[in-house]
């Protein structure tokens, strides 16, 4: 049996209003109740930069993999860039996933 959430005071918190352990901020009351995230902005920005990222990763990695002992940059440089790149790159992918799941979720609801 679940218990009930309940905030600082003992007050019950609804479950469409409180986190995993309840609510961790009282609202201000200058905040909207239903704010949002621009949710068709952010999967425009992830499907644009996933795969510039992917391809960053790739290039810096086939650079760094055929960059000799003397070459400037060298092998470091390149390889860390190749991991930024990779590490942005399933930054975005992730944020992809989320903007997917939410837009589904008000999809079903009918927002």
Do not use: N
């Not at 918190?13 to 901020?25: D, E, L, N």
């Not at 621009?38 to 999967?43: A, I, N, V």
């Amino acid at each position: 049996m679940r218990e009930e959430r309940t905030d600082r005071t003992g007050q019950r918190v609804p479950r469409s209003r409180s986190g995993a352990i309840g609510r961790r901020f009282p609202r201000t009351g200058t905040e909207p109740v239903t704010a949002r995230s621009p949710l068709r902005l952010r999967l425009a920005l992830a499907g644009i930069f996933l795969p510039l990222f992917v391809a960053g990763c790739v290039l810096f990695g086939v650079w760094a993999a055929d960059a000799g002992p003397d070459d400037s940059p060298g092998r470091g440089p390149l390889i860390f860039l190749s991991a930024v790149c990779a590490f942005l790159a399933l930054t975005a992918f992730v944020d992809l996933l989320v903007v997917l799941r939410r837009l589904r979720g008000e999809r079903a609801t009918g927002r």
